[in-house]
């Protein structure tokens, strides 16, 4: 089902950017950790090194869109705002979103990426940004599709382009026996094997560096995964890779996929299809995808018994031929 708004809430939307810059620019300076337990303005100012009367015009907008409080001259931070500071780096991500989006006008008109250079092409703060990012949204996402694909009994494990290795450890805590090979780019393996030794999974969980586009996968596993991957390809680049997997399995092995999965029409749900814009602002090739599609490419490969375990969710699961 379509779904319209009023013209009052389109125009709101239209303005949001104006709040949504407000709280990046408070996350870029590090407001949220310089204000402590409160200080004025001018503390502020001369903390961060920035304009006095701009600093002080950007705190009083954080009040009133509720992220700071005000008395007497003095701005804390609320019990929510305050959590910001710790959660920055992953968050700055969102800074960088904002860079590629505001060219997205221009990329409608010349169907071309702002930014083609995918990851490997990132700053190493943007790159650690990316992955914290990345790792804080999968905590309960993981979870989630460890228990949709329902499987327990896995012993080997490939996580193809598995960023911070939130799906390997989780699958790794479900399946007991499971060794887990994380694939991603080099500057990628030292950030992964960090949170690896948070969980104390270095003994089972291990990264190699490589480009899974053009990476030998090997063989021998009875799941792989590609997790938040496939958006950032073409269809015949999904259909490729969705071949080289099929090719790691051993026989009765599981290829899980975990993506935004687009409605038949393409115009929803919501986030799906904008994030088909977010792929087209930040990929040469990238977009989002149907089950109808998924499910092709997964039958072109060999693969059998292919389930979305949640109709509405974001996994599909399919099974190599014993």
């Excluded at 800074?95 to 990851?119: E, Y």
Aim: aromatic letters at 6%.
């Amino acid at each position: 089902m379509e779904k319209t708004r009023s013209l009052a809430n389109l125009i709101q939307s239209a303005r949001a950017f104006q709040e949504s810059r407000v709280l990046l620019t408070a996350l870029e300076l590090d407001v949220f950790t310089t204000l402590g337990e409160g200080a004025t303005a001018g503390q502020v100012s001369r903390r961060l090194g920035t304009d006095p009367r701009a600093t002080e015009m950007l705190l009083n907008a954080l009040v009133a869109v509720g992220a700071l409080s005000k008395r007497d001259a003095v701005f804390r931070c609320t019990a929510e705002s305050k959590a910001l500071g710790p959660a920055r780096t992953g968050l700055l991500h969102m800074v960088h979103l904002w860079d590629t989006w505001s060219g997205l006008t221009d990329c409608v008109k010349s169907g071309k990426a702002v930014r083609s250079r995918g990851p490997e092409g990132f700053s190493e703060v943007r790159t650690r940004a990316f992955i914290a990012a990345m790792h804080a949204r999968a905590q309960e996402s993981a979870q989630e599709t460890v228990l949709l694909s329902g499987i327990r009994d896995a012993k080997r494990m490939l996580d193809v382009g598995g960023g911070s290795g939130a799906f390997s450890i989780a699958f790794a805590k479900a399946c007991p026996e499971l060794r887990a090979e994380i694939l991603d780019l080099g500057a990628v393996v030292p950030l992964a094997e960090e949170y690896i030794r948070e969980a104390g999974l270095q003994d089972r969980v291990r990264v190699r560096p490589g480009d899974m586009r053009t990476a030998e996968f090997g063989e021998g596993f009875d799941l792989v995964l590609l997790s938040a991957v496939c958006h950032m390809f073409s269809e015949d680049e999904n259909r490729a890779l969705i071949q080289r997997c099929a090719r790691a399995l051993v026989p009765g092995g599981h290829l899980v996929i975990r993506e935004f999965i687009l409605q038949e029409d393409r115009s929803g749900p919501p986030h799906a299809a904008l994030f088909a814009l977010n792929m087209l602002v930040g990929t040469e090739h990238g977009n989002t995808y149907t089950e109808g599609q998924y499910r092709a490419w997964m039958q072109e490969a060999g693969l059998a018994t292919i389930t979305r375990p949640d109709p509405e969710g974001d996994v599909i699961v399919a099974t190599a031929v014993a």
